[in-house]
């Protein structure tokens, strides 16, 4: 299975700024990477990174949030559908949404199928806070996420999500969760899927985030069960996420 390394650019990144470092990405990366890449640009920016990663194809294009009905009265808010002719992917429970913005399993749920539904891929994200940590709750609350997200959804739309385990504790802190950490949480979370489609966990990707770098990329990217990184900050500087693919285990 190939490493997946996508770069979550959250609020950042003016449209015009943004086509700069998708080309900036595109100059440094070799004509044939060892992983998939995946760039998830604010809104605004979708449209003009599109343009950039067309004309190359080595890129896949995601969002980082979508609503989870497809069209109606929702002021301020983006359906999958009109996000379905630029992107491939979607990020759904991303911690700060899931913190700051209050989404519920329930709702990053809604999210995933609305995802599925357009016939794009899905990114759930998930993962526990320091106080969760501390009091010994890391299983319970990524079984918790983890098989509200996938229980039910059959074997077919189970294969066309990845998992990024983000601890809480650990985004933009410069500090990341250990290999065996990660590996626990790997685990972890490939019980779930497998209880939820028998036969998929092995195929299903599980993603690390939290304070990657290219320099942590080597260890992290080596944990046992993980075949990627949700990266923030370091991508969105061009040389530095190059880096972190770079770093990326060659699987076939």
Known sequence: MRHLIAG??????????ARALARQILDLLPEQPGADVLLLPPYPALGPVHSVLAEDGRVALGAQNCHWEDAGAFTG??????????CQYILVGHSERRHLFGETDEQVRA?????????????????ETREERDAGKTEEV???????????????RILRCTVAYEPVWAIGSGA????SDIADAAAILRSVIEEAASGAASEVR????GSVTA??????LGAEGVSGALVGGASLNAA????IVAAAPAHA
């Open 8 to 17: 979550n650019w959250k609020m950042n990144e003016s449209p015009r700024q």
């Open 77 to 86: 808010e983006v359906s999958a559908p009109m996000l379905s002719d630029w």
């Open 111 to 127: 999210k995933l199928e609305a995802v599925l539904r357009s016939g794009m891929r899905a990114v759930l994200a998930l993962g």
């Open 142 to 156: 990524l079984t918790r996420q983890c098989c509200s997200g996938m229980m039910g959804l059959g074997r077919d």
């Open 176 to 179: 990341a969760a250990e290999p």
């Open 206 to 209: 599980i993603l690390y985030g």
């Open 215 to 220: 320099r942590t990329a080597p260890v992290l």
């Open 240 to 243: 530095e996420f190059c880096g």
